[in-house]
């Protein structure tokens, strides 16, 4: 499975961005989506996490302000980030779950000034 994950770019506190993911292969269904970033000196943290089923589970610092959804006809999970903060500027990687394998998108940058 190869990922591509787009949208990231400069913004605004307060603006809004949303990411994408393409996944290559059409068994993408039956993964767990997720979104995670890593900040500067920081380790990788999770963001958000949705299921075949469309079940979601979100970090607390983006509770409320981000949205994570998925297309399995076009293979591809969203993440939707509104009232963006500095504190969310880091590189946020895509990923697809199906125990014991895992598969990690490339990143894009996603940077929030103050």
């Known amino acids: 499975v190869q990922l591509q994950a787009s949208g990231g770019g400069l913004v605004q506190a307060g603006g809004s961005l949303r990411l994408s993911c393409a996944a290559s292969?059409?068994?993408?269904?039956?993964?767990?989506m997720g979104w995670y970033r890593q900040a500067p000196g920081k380790q990788r943290e999770l963001v958000a996490t949705?299921?075949?089923?469309?079940?979601?589970k979100y970090a607390d610092s983006v509770k409320g302000r981000f949205t994570i959804s998925r297309d399995n006809g076009k293979n591809t999970v969203y993440l939707q980030m509104s009232n963006l903060k500095p504190e969310d500027t880091a590189v946020y990687y895509c990923n697809a779950e199906r125990l014991p394998t895992d598969y990690w998108g490339q990143g894009t940058q996603v940077t929030v000034s103050s």
């Open positions: 949705i299921t075949s089923l469309g079940t979601t």
């Open positions: 292969r059409s068994i993408f269904s039956m993964y767990v």
